[in-house]
């Protein structure tokens, strides 16, 4: 199970709205950010927010831990990026044993990537699934 620690930013009444939590980073500059986070920020793009299935009472602004199968990542990846190239490229192939040359191939890469696009529409993707809370531990100094 893939798990990632995520901020509660909002609940509606199909789940939960949550944002990932970066990681503070390494720790070998201090924490003053090294050179390569710096340059990594300069072309982030805004947090994107996120609907996760959640049985637990979270409001917003707390934090829980989120799961995806594993395999699940893989599987998506491949519906989305495999299977229409597999069959666009099969698509030309294919065509080119009724008729050689460049028209008919890009109608079979067309007709392949139409097929794909039918098939993707028609699959449920996995969705992530809210773990538990995340317990915050605090050490109190007496």
Not at 8 to 34: F, L, M, R, Y
Not at 81 to 90: H, I, N, S, T, V
Not at 102 to 114: K, M, Q, S
């Amino acid at each position: 199970m893939l798990e990632q620690t995520v901020e509660v930013i909002k609940t509606a009444s199909d789940g939960i709205w949550v944002q990932a939590v970066e990681p503070s980073g390494c720790g070998t500059c201090g924490g003053q950010g090294c050179s390569s986070r710096r340059i990594a920020e300069l072309f982030q793009r805004k947090p994107r927010l996120f609907r996760v299935d959640c049985d637990l009472s979270l409001a917003p602004g707390d934090r829980a831990i989120v799961g995806i199968a594993n395999g699940s990542v893989l599987n998506s990846a491949l519906r989305a990026y495999g299977r229409p190239l597999a069959l666009m490229l099969g698509g030309a192939l294919l065509s080119q044993v009724f008729e050689l040359g460049d028209g008919p191939a890009l109608i079979g890469v067309l007709l392949g990537g139409a097929v794909a696009w039918l098939l993707a529409r028609n699959t449920q993707a996995a969705r992530p699934v809210v773990l538990r809370r995340e317990e915050m531990i605090r050490l109190m100094k007496g």
